[in-house]
């Protein structure tokens, strides 16, 4: 594993692998491979030389710090891996050798290896994406009729269900899932463009072997070389970018209900899994804690790509290696949150109980806007208002329920008493009919996202 | 202008006006006007009332200095917004006052006005990029066959056109544009949640009303409320920012080229435009100047979004504040990276007669790499490249030119001589020659851009 | 007040007046006034007409809109305003007005302009400090034997006292101020280059007309003209920047401690305070909101400023104009921050009957680890902390107190009723025994944060 | 090697190292021996179980792979460390086992082996800045007459020298050795605060243990444990930030001037330096390369930081972890930036020549200004101006010079015949007499730099 150790304390080895060395450096290889036979392919080269030359375009055959050491010193990566392929070539043939890495430039090389190493980690992604959602989905029906608090501005408001919530956690991963592979069907693409980027070496060949190298790689085929027009590419890290948002955004939610004041929600509890040997009460919600982390992460990588774009003339000085360098990080972060998410999501431990405890403890009170909206046609909104205001103030003060306080408010007043059906109060202040809405809002939407 | 003194010196009125202090009140006014009618239409309140409300939607008609100081205040812009509204229909009609603004909570009004005000600001940031991308096309085609450096790494690497340079600027904004369009597609949405997202304050008529207003204002319909699920319109930000880096880096090469050393391509000389009364040669670049600044900070900006998606529960605490305070800066930003642009590429002056001499400058050293291949039949790629290296290091020690040097090795050589034409040797120096490669792609490229 | 609406929602007047526009041009017009007066003091120009160009400095004088459109024109905001200064100067005196500006540059009236108003922000951001300091003292030396639970991880871990942790939160604002105040006697600096930096145009005159400059306008003396070599005007920003992530992290413990499930903390109620009309239970935390909002943007603000240090040759492209731009929200929103929590601490609602209630929800689970302590003698360390585990986990299942089922396991064996006290263990148990740690640590730290 | 593929590529070994994972694990031990021997000389447990605790602190003695994979399970790498260094005392001594790591907590173990692994990076780097600033000043030295144009907004502007113009890249780096030794001197500090950072289980004992382990660990000693107060800590970071800023300015210098066209400066020859087999005339500034990524990236590594220091209560959750692993790359980043521009200025290739040709290619025209003062006495200001104005519009089209022009007008005036001497026209374009202003600051600040 080539990731430093405490990126490693947040990643794990399923979320690093796609960008290990070996990884990279086979890619690499694996743009000489398919380089070579498409110009055999198209009749650039002897089939024999593509052969002779893939044959050995295996990462296993070489000394990768040789190479990553000889690459600081050579000022890119490419340059003494294709040396090191040409005199291997060349143990087996001559001529077979000379063709080697013909028309393309160690941009072309690092730019298609970085986009194959996304592929895969896309790949895995959208694997753990879909479970994920599948998890989230099968909680939020579960819970479709579990009234729970709903919380602005980090304060109490008014009643929805944890079955809504949960869909509006799901919702953005459905969406994200689909633009992440909008974003990486044009942006993952072959990188070829030669020297500066005009294909010279390549002569009226260029269209063949794009596409035939395009097809073979998997990648997509660009409209053009995009040695310093990074665009295509960017958009596959703003799409990463934004997920992290999505998942950052559950872990903030997850973290807040799994504080043991408010216990609604906590991750699953494991052996060895985020706890304390001294203290048996503490279950650290370490699926959040990655979620957290690499939200907090992740906006600076995305704004360090973008910073990047400036890349100077064809090819760009500083901007491309930073580029190159801050690219796997973001994407190793991005499948780590989405990893501990779908752990966490497997197993959660929800507490109903306690999601109606909460709203309890509130005396009613976050039932007062619909109180008032009851007494509004008897006495006018601004009068319904002011009562209301005057009650919940009781409420708040004496910790008596306000609507047990409202009651006495309707009997004592013989208007209202007439006007106001004590049945019809109960049913204001009753945290199932409260979620009607949720759940009205929870059935229409349910269903597109079930088939995304 | 609502806009601090260095942010206005980066911005021009035609970008800050669509996000100014009047514009993004009105737009609060018109969701306003927009809910009433919509729910008139509905049948959830008198059309009469509808009409109250909206004839009174005029930010004319208020204190504007007054609102934005009560907003501090009440943590919210939209709580005093709609008070003062509230009273003043009611001295029309207190019927309708009643209504103003049910089921509907601040965040959708500032959601929705700021969804309005950025679908001005990319509608007239597309014309700008329209008339950009048809600059820069007129260009691309006037210059086509004029040879220049192509820079790697900022050193001179081997010849293209200036033509195709240009293309290469352009294909990115001609994609920007269709995928800002798309984002702004889907993520200028309507915001209409009500207290906790449920739309619980329209009952029955949460779609009919949601459908009556998105389509009134314009405004995509979303699939749910999206108080703290920001994706999509975060994804409108992400393009906004890709498009500054694609302009910035338009302005980096523009920056580098109007070098006086380098001389290729300045910016329109006009009275009192970056120019400097003592020193009359000097012509500085104050369109790469804003494309620059921008693209400096727009990625922070993007980052400070991205940030923010952590919003907690059903409306954010900090968060969603800091958004909206650092979203309208973004998007007038690259307007005005546009605009800049726009303005430099409307009568750039471009000087093919410097990009020859830049090249003549380097003594044929940039065709060392085809003169080996022409003779690397004749003495094998290794004998060809080695010969190269010793003339290349001579022309380059003693400024003699390649070409004759070459010429020199040829005849001096039996062997050389049978194989190589001189007039192969000259071909390899020729400039035009070697833009080949850059005209079949310019050819092949340009017409789906011109399309587009 | 020239800040954009919803910058305006989050910053006071107070704390953005500093750098209002007729503040930064009034700083400007003062250069040029002391640049002036500093010339006639050494000899450079004559008394009489250093008064003629004071006697007009001043902004009110001007038609400052007039000078910010025509700034975007010029590429620079001093050339407009030196031009206009010039010919009011004129009309008055011909001499005088052949001398203004002398031996300065643009750069040099912004700078110092800049530096004058963040020096004026500086001097109220401090007199804020003071006064939170003071609160936050006050408030620690209240609680300094107030029980709470301290948390990791969002968890409950041990028993702190609420002195201790407000006095965490204080230290750092203590040494903010100092770092502030160091940072700002170097990083403010007067700004008097010339053209180039050179200061060609004061000829020997150079070092005295800076040092009266400096003295007169309260700015330190630099080294030398810092026109692209910013670090120690970054310093400041750097110090700025701590500073909001020191109040940021007051603001999230306050906004957790705020919720109404943890109930142990709140803002000050006023009317129109983060109060919604609806539901009278409901106070937002608008202190925290805005320590939140500003914790979250100020680290891009920094980010964007170090970004913009790579400023070319001798006067920036791009890079410093976006440094002005970014300049001035920084110490705006720091400001704010201050602002912000300087009005929570000015009244908190503290409440030591839930922080204890919320120790005691625990049922004793919070004193494991020293109750297995005390054991350990006994039983061996591992023997101690198996029964504990046990114990620990019963009293987890079954909401038992964990003090009652370790007194009964120790009088159910007989070793440990021989080994361990009655009164042992009820002192384990005791949150007021328990936060002996956090007073030796609060006594100790107290006098040295008092004294500063 | 523990850095991925392409942040090796731009950081060598040199800069790697020091947080190394072998390099932070035994940073770990470290801690862990210093804690007993501290507890030892305080009397709180015996010297021979301090020993034994001390004997197997050797990184070399465990599965470093098998602890960084227990670490993600655990949510902290403190956990499997401590519990494999107690298993390993306990084969020799269980009484030692039992007081491993007592009163301590993971994040006292994993701060203070970052605090020392950042002390050895910084004392590394103070070496490579204490090179790189010797090398400057001897090439500022060597120059300190050397005439090249001086350029604002990437456009000659007037003659400066080239020495000066090292000595404002040198005095910041000057400037930045001070303030990062004082940052760290404070911020690299022990962590020691135990479980909750009341040090509850040293007892009385925590001052003495603290000042032990600091002193023998070469830290500082903090007024407090740290665990959610960063700012000292985070003061050193900014400082790395405002360095790399440094750096990457002379990056941004140093790559604009060793354009082909612009010629003044290059970065030294060395085999497989930059270069390109097949362009011998090419030499990639690589130098620079290292410089302007690290520059690009450091920014937004700064931002994380301080982003993260909203750590929640007593020990943050994702904030923590994201700072320690954001924390490396900073330090790493900036070391590299720093030695690869020690590398290049041990021998910088100077090219006077180009300085002076690039002077003289603008036919006199930077000198517009000086010579209009020197007409301004017999012409007036407005007068010189507009004279000098048109001689210096007909140089720039027609490529005379315009001292030519200039003695010319003057000698066709008889009134400007006798005021303007041709020797003073003469000395106002003369390149060594304009940097006359360039020499006295020159030597005014030398003395200083030199003695620092």
């Not at 040789?66 to 043939?93: C, D, F, N």
């Not at 501005?153 to 869909?167: I, R």
């Not at 939200?295 to 901007?319: I, K």
């Amino acid at each position: 594993m080539s990731l430093p150790l405490f990126d490693r304390f947040l990643a794990p080895v399923d979320a690093a692998a796609p960008f290990d060395d070996i990884a990279l450096i086979q890619a690499m290889f694996d743009f000489e491979a398919a380089l070579a036979r498409a110009q055999a392919a198209a009749g650039m080269i002897p089939a024999v030389s593509a052969g002779a030359i893939a044959s050995v375009c295996k990462a296993e055959l070489y000394d990768l710090d040789a190479l990553a050491a000889a690459s600081t010193r050579a000022g890119s990566l490419a340059i003494p891996l294709v040396k090191e392929l040409t005199h291997t070539v060349s143990l087996y043939s001559a001529e077979a050798s000379a063709v080697v890495h013909k028309g393309s430039t160690s941009q072309d090389v690092q730019d298609t290896a970085m986009a194959l190493c996304t592929r895969r980690s896309l790949d895995a992604l959208d694997a753990v994406l879909a479970r994920l959602i599948a998890s989230l989905l099968d909680l939020a029906e579960q819970h479709a009729d579990t009234p729970m608090l709903a919380r602005t501005l980090m304060q109490p408001a008014q009643v929805t269900s944890f079955g809504l919530k949960v869909l509006n956690w799901t919702a953005p991963l459905v969406r994200c899932r689909t633009r992440l592979r909008d974003a990486a069907s044009r942006g993952l693409a072959l990188q070829l463009g030669g020297a500066i980027g005009t294909q010279a070496g390549l002569g009226l060949h260029a269209g063949a072997v794009s596409r035939h190298m395009a097809d073979a790689l998997g990648l997509a085929l660009p409209a053009s070389p995009w040695h310093t027009q990074r665009d295509e590419w960017l958009r596959v890290a703003m799409e990463a970018g934004v997920l992290a948002g999505c998942l950052g955004k559950i872990g903030t939610d997850l973290a807040l209900m799994a504080q043991v004041e408010v216990g609604e929600l906590s991750e699953p509890a494991a052996p060895g899994r985020g706890g304390s040997s001294a203290m048996p009460h503490k279950r650290n919600p370490v699926g959040a804690l990655v979620a957290l982390a690499v939200a907090q992460r992740t906006p600076h990588r995305v704004a360090a790509l973008l910073g990047a774009m400036g890349q100077q003339h064809e090819r760009g000085l500083g901007t491309w290696q930073a580029e190159l360098a801050e690219w796997p990080g973001l994407f190793i972060g991005v499948h780590a949150s989405a990893l501990a998410l779908a752990d966490v999501f497997a197993a959660p431990d929800v507490r109903p109980d306690r999601m109606r405890r909460n709203i309890d403890a509130l005396h009613g009170l976050v039932f007062a806007e619909p109180a008032a909206a009851l007494l509004a046609p008897a006495l006018g909104k601004a009068g319904a208002h002011t009562l209301l205001e005057q009650l919940s103030g009781d409420a708040a003060r004496d910790g008596h329920p306000l609507e047990g306080l409202m009651l006495a408010a309707v009997q004592a007043d013989p208007a209202l008493r007439k006007a106001v059906d004590a049945a019809a109060v109960k049913r204001v202040f009753d945290p199932q009919v409260a979620l009607a809405a949720a759940r009205r809002q929870f059935d229409e939407r349910l269903p597109a996202l079930r088939a995304a």
